[in-house]
């Protein structure tokens, strides 16, 4: 189960756009695993793709489609991630788009394709082709639960989040949908993002304060430092409201951008709550750095340390491994008697070692909380960065041997 996350909240409908989940057959039999949305016409998309130079076919072609007209349908399927399958994979792609144009009557560039799940397997069209019909019958504005699940591999539950605001005194809402739980570090995980809102913004302004929300969130969690094939975070406005168009200039542009970043940052910790046999989240907090990436450098460090992970697993405050870490993480001219680590409110390490004070029964009363803070200040300028992380266990190594059977 999630850690703090019981069950998918209630996820609002937005203007503009209708959902389906249907039955393909592509992996499993009888497990809904294709999605379809339809986006009003003139919808404005922006979208963040994965960094892996073996990126999945619907990938490029989705890039490729993006650069040509705006979007009207996303297609998503899951247990298969039509990556590592070469010319056939693009082809497939390619017809999957087509299949949907031919039943909906929009251009095959206007259907962006999305795939997750085992990579190298060629893609299964026939089986899209033949579900197509009823998943286009069965669009409805009410049906982001079913898709949430439907994009589900080794996720436990759905992952949604839903908001509302107020744009120069219009309501507008947002409502996105996450799935992954393992080979996740994004660098833009398996993971895989959908947001939605009826305001009204210029394309500029969206993939800007797509790119400012995915930095803040999903470029900010680690479950075991892999970056997948076919990582993509798409956010749509449809833009029925009646709220004004937003540009960057526009004095709402900000706060809609803060609600964005709340939701992918919602999301993004979903994932993480979510991870492949977690029984931990974790907080790596780096303060005190030159600048941005060396905090990082020192937060990824840790969070992604078998040996810090595998300690959190057990409960076990060994704080060893975590300065350990830090101390490898490869910053120049590190001044360790500067260095402070805290677990939680612990103070666990200042002055080059132990700290006087610390006692090992403080602690283990944080260790054994299922939310912890590894709180690091390496005293040496004012920038500081947050990721989060999972521990390491038995469940983990099960699950990923386990994978394709």
């Known amino acids: 189960m999630p850690i703090g996350y019981t069950e998918l909240p209630v996820l609002l409908p937005v203007g503009g756009v209708r959902l389906a989940a249907v039955a393909a057959g592509i992996r499993y039999p009888d ?175 969206l993939q800007g304060c797509l790119e400012g929300a995915v930095e803040g969130s999903f470029n900010r969690i680690t479950v075991d430092g892999d970056t997948s094939t076919n990582d993509a975070c798409v956010l749509v406005a449809t833009g029925v409201s009646a709220a004004p168009l937003l540009d960057v200039g526009h004095a709402d542009y900000q706060a809609f951008c803060d609600a964005i970043a709340d939701v992918c940052r919602q999301l993004a910790q979903l994932i993480v709550r979510d991870a492949e046999g977690a029984t931990k989240f974790v907080s790596i907090c780096t303060e005190g750095g030159h600048d941005t990436q060396e905090c990082l450098q020192v937060a990824y460090t840790v969070a992604q340390s078998p040996l810090v992970k595998t300690a959190l697993y057990a409960s076990d405050p060994n704080w060893g491994r975590i300065l350990a870490a830090v101390g490898r993480a490869g910053l120049l001219d590190l001044d360790v008697d500067k260095v402070r680590i805290f677990l939680d409110e612990v103070c666990i390490v200042r002055d080059g070692g132990r700290a006087p004070e610390y006692r090992e029964e403080d602690g283990q009363r944080v260790m054994d909380k299922d939310e912890i803070r590894i709180r690091i200040q390496l005293g040496r300028g004012g920038a500081s960065e947050t990721v989060w992380t999972s521990d390491l266990s038995e469940e983990y190594v099960r699950i990923n041997a386990e994978y394709r059977s």
């Open 31 to 205: 497990r809904k695993d294709l999605v379809v949305i339809e986006l009003a016409e003139n919808s404005h998309c922006a979208a963040v793709f994965t960094r892996n130079a073996f990126c999945a076919a619907p990938v490029t072609v989705a890039r490729q489609h993006l650069s040509l007209q705006s979007p009207r349908f996303m297609l998503i399927n899951s247990g298969n991630a039509n990556a590592g399958t070469g010319k056939r994979g693009l082809e497939d792609a390619l017809a999957s788009c087509r299949m949907l144009a031919q039943r909906t009557g929009c251009a095959p560039e206007q259907v962006l394709p999305f795939s997750t799940g085992v990579i190298g397997e060629p893609l299964p069209v026939e089986r899209i082709d033949a579900a197509l019909e009823g998943a286009v019958a069965q669009l409805s504005e009410h049906g982001w639960e079913r898709a949430a699940r439907a994009i589900m591999t080794t996720d436990t539950v759905a992952k949604g989040v839903s908001k509302t605001l107020e744009l120069s005194g219009h309501p507008v809402v947002i409502t996105g949908i996450a799935k992954g739980a393992g080979m996740i570090r994004p660098d833009m995980a398996t993971m895989l993002a959908y947001i939605t809102t009826d305001a009204s913004v210029s394309v500029s302004a």
